[in-house]
């Protein structure tokens, strides 16, 4: 789990890249929570493009230490959890393919 951020993706009907932020009052002011928005914002411009999947919806919810932490280290962390998230999803679709070895006829 990332210190700055919780990611989560969803399947979408829609087949264009789609992603959410969400920054809530715990966080600070609106001038922190713009300023943490920017921050993620642009970690994603960084991070997504080449990653992501048509069809998916992404959503980032803040934390705390999305304001303080390295930039880079953000960038990582959006990464890994890209990743994960991804390879979750990848084997929830498979568990959930009929096995054509295990029909005996």
């Keep these: 789990m990332a210190p700055s951020f919780i990611l989560q993706m969803t399947s979408s009907e829609i087949q264009e890249k789609r992603i959410g932020y969400i920054v809530t009052r715990k966080i600070g002011s609106a ?5 943490v928005r920017r921050r993620l914002k ?20 803040a934390r705390e230490n999305a304001l303080t932490q390295n930039f880079s ?19 929830k679709q498979d568990r959930n393919k009929p096995a054509a070895d295990k029909i005996h006829v």
């Design 31 to 35: 001038v922190t929570r713009n300023r």
């Design 42 to 61: 642009e970690a994603v411009r960084h991070v997504f493009p080449a990653q992501i999947t048509e069809g998916q919806d992404y959503i980032l919810i």
């Design 73 to 91: 280290e953000l960038e990582k962390d959006l990464l890994w959890s890209l990743r994960h998230v991804q390879r979750l999803d990848r084997e």
